[in-house]
C-alpha cells in the first residue's frame, strides 16, 4: 500500500544551524507533497507544499526539495531557532484523490540554545 | 485569519458509549476530513467529505463511524459505539479548493475508557 516514511525520527541542532529532514514516500503516482509542523497539544501547521512537476521550492527560511527518481524529499530550515522545535511531518496526496494525504511518521526537531 | 476550530478539545467516555465530535471548518471551505493520530504514532486519513457526501474513506472508518453537515457551519464526525482503540487525537481540516492547501483544527482527545 502506499507509505511515507521518515529517516529519522529525531533530530537535534544547535541554534543558528541549519536543519534537513528528509522523507521518503512510494506512490508515485503522488501529485503533490507537503510538510506540517506539528507542536505539542496542537494540530500541524502547514509549512510549505511542492508539486510533483517541481524540484525545489523554496518559502522563508524553508526549503523543500524533491527527487522523484528515488521518492525522496527534505526540508531544509534555515538558521534554524528555538521557536522552529517541533514534530515535522511530510504528507503526500493526490488529485484524483479528493484530497486525502498519506502522512509519515514525523521527525521531532529539538533546537538546542 | 480564519481557522478551523474544534470542541471540545477533550473528551473523556465510556467503552461503548456513542460520540460526537464536532468541527467548524473555515467559512468558505468545500472540502472537509477528518484524521486521527494515536498518541506518538503519525496522522491517518479517515475520511473526506465534500457536496455534502463521503468522497473517500479509509479502512479505519467502518460502520462505527459517520460524518454529517447538519448545517452550513458544522462538520461532525460520530462514533456509535466507542472501543479502547478509538483512543486518539482526532483532527478536522477543510481547504478551499482542490488545488489549495488542507487547514488544520487543534484537534479533540479521545479518551474511551
Known amino acids: 500500500g502506499e507509505s511515507v516514511g521518515l529517516h529519522l525520527p529525531t533530530l537535534s541542532v544547535q541554534e543558528g544551524d541549519n536543519s534537513i529532514i528528509n522523507c521518503a514516500y512510494s506512490n508515485s503516482a503522488s501529485d503533490y507533497f507537503i510538510w506540517y509542523k506539528q507542536e505539542s497539544g496542537k494540530g500541524p501547521q502547514f509549512i510549505i507544499d511542492?508539486?510533483?512537476?517541481?524540484d525545489k521550492r523554496q518559502g522563508q527560511r524553508v526549503t523543500v526539495l524533491l527527487n522523484k527518481t528515488v521518492k525522496h524529499l527534505s526540508l531544509q530550515i534555515a538558521a534554524t531557532q528555538p521557536g522552529d522545535s517541533a514534530v515535522y511531518f511530510c504528507?503526500?496526496?493526490?488529485?484524483?484523490?479528493?484530497?486525502?494525504?498519506?502522512f509519515g511518521q514525523g521527525t521531532e526537531l529539538s533546537v538546542k540554545p | 485569519e480564519p481557522e478551523v476550530t474544534q470542541t471540545p478539545s477533550h473528551q473523556v467516555t465510556q467503552m461503548g458509549q456513542e460520540v460526537i465530535l464536532r468541527c467548524v471548518p473555515i467559512s468558505n471551505h468545500l472540502y472537509f476530513y477528518w484524521y486521527r493520530q494515536i498518541l506518538g504514532q503519525k496522522v491517518e486519513f479517515l475520511v473526506s467529505f465534500y457536496n455534502n457526501e463521503i468522497s473517500e474513506k479509509s479502512e479505519i472508518f467502518d460502520d462505527q463511524f459517520s460524518v454529517e453537515r447538519p448545517d452550513g457551519s458544522n462538520f461532525t464526525l460520530k462514533i456509535r459505539s466507542t472501543k479502547l482503540e478509538d483512543s486518539a487525537m482526532y483532527f478536522c481540516?477543510?481547504?478551499?479548493?482542490?488545488?489549495?492547501?488542507?487547514?488544520f483544527g487543534p484537534g479533540t482527545r479521545l479518551t474511551v475508557l
Open positions: 481540516a477543510s481547504r478551499k479548493s482542490s488545488y489549495n492547501e488542507q487547514f
Open positions: 511542492i508539486r510533483s512537476n517541481m
Open positions: 504528507a503526500a496526496g493526490a488529485y484524483n484523490q479528493g484530497g486525502k494525504l498519506i
